[in-house]
């Protein structure tokens, strides 16, 4: 049996470094019954903290990922009239009844399952405008009406809804008056050393202390295009390793005067390798 669902409470977990603001966060979600709204840079654990919180909570993981063509309406039921349509040339029994033509969708999933679920709706920027908007009611009233089969879906138990969003677009007032928000902030150098641990606990304290201040020096050269994120910076880590590049080869007298050896994995558009390069023969032309 799972813990008294409405007393459930967030305290991180072992795979995930949840600073204590994100705990309250998410803490507070559950008991306004809101949706959870994270925004952040890309690659600062938006995505995955869903995960740890539906492990964490012992709750099943329900993901509606939004690509720039899904609709509201996909979340909820679709209708397929091609194949009841084909069916009825077939002659198949089926056609008979509706039902075998309505595709439940995620938040119809998550409103009739048997236990409370943790739903994350991730990049909801990336669809129209009327996306949150037209799901405003639905996570509002935790239930919507199906026409075809003329009967309404209520929800057995509040999922608790994760919305993630890279800033892409701004979202509707109304949508953002629903949800209780947090905003990701990029991780100083202390908090990125216990996320590194978390996922190379073995690593040289040398070379994790000249990683990271490689790192974010690079992540402080201005003009660049995208900023390397958690997840390059760990990506990186992990080549470094597994090339067994020392130290020393991520250092140099002037800081300003190496390109990081494998810079491919925290570079990621040839205007910002071209950049810094160009910084980089700059400051050891000025010597």
């Not at 959870?36 to 938006?46: D, W």
């Not at 969708?105 to 909801?124: H, K, R, S």
Request: hydrophobic share 40%.
């Amino acid at each position: 049996m799972h813990a008294d669902h409405q007393h459930a409470r967030f305290e991180g977990s072992a795979h995930y470094v949840a600073t204590a603001d994100l705990k309250l966060a998410v803490n507070a979600a559950l008991t306004l019954q809101r949706p959870l709204l994270v925004k952040g840079e890309p690659g600062t654990g938006k995505t995955m903290l869903a995960e740890e919180v539906a492990a964490a909570l012992d709750r099943p993981l329900l993901q509606w990922h939004v690509k720039s063509t899904t609709k509201a309406q996909q979340g909820l039921y679709e209708y397929d009239a091609v194949s009841r349509l084909r069916d009825s040339q077939l002659g198949d029994e089926r056609v008979r009844d509706i039902h075998n033509y309505i595709v439940k969708g995620v938040l119809w999933q998550a409103f009739t399952a048997p236990e409370p679920v943790v739903l994350l709706i991730d990049e909801i920027d990336k669809a129209d405008i009327e996306f949150p908007n037209d799901l405003l009611r639905e996570l509002d009233r935790m239930e919507f009406y199906v026409y075809e089969t003329r009967e309404m879906v209520v929800a057995k138990h509040r999922p608790l809804v994760i919305i993630t969003s890279n800033n892409e677009k701004e979202l509707p007032d109304a949508f953002l008056r629903r949800c209780f928000f947090h905003y990701i902030a990029f991780p100083d150098k202390d908090t990125m050393e216990a996320i590194v641990k978390v996922h190379f606990p073995h690593l040289k304290q040398e070379l994790l202390a000249q990683a990271l201040q490689t790192f974010y020096e690079v992540r402080d050269v201005s003009g660049l295009k995208k900023k390397p994120s958690t997840s390059e910076f760990l990506d990186w880590l992990k080549l470094l390793l597994a090339e067994d590049i020392p130290p020393e080869a991520l250092r140099s007298k002037d800081a300003k005067a190496i390109v990081p050896p494998l810079h491919g994995a925290l570079l990621k558009n040839e205007q910002d390798v071209h950049l810094f390069e160009r910084l980089v023969f700059m400051s050891r032309t000025n010597r």
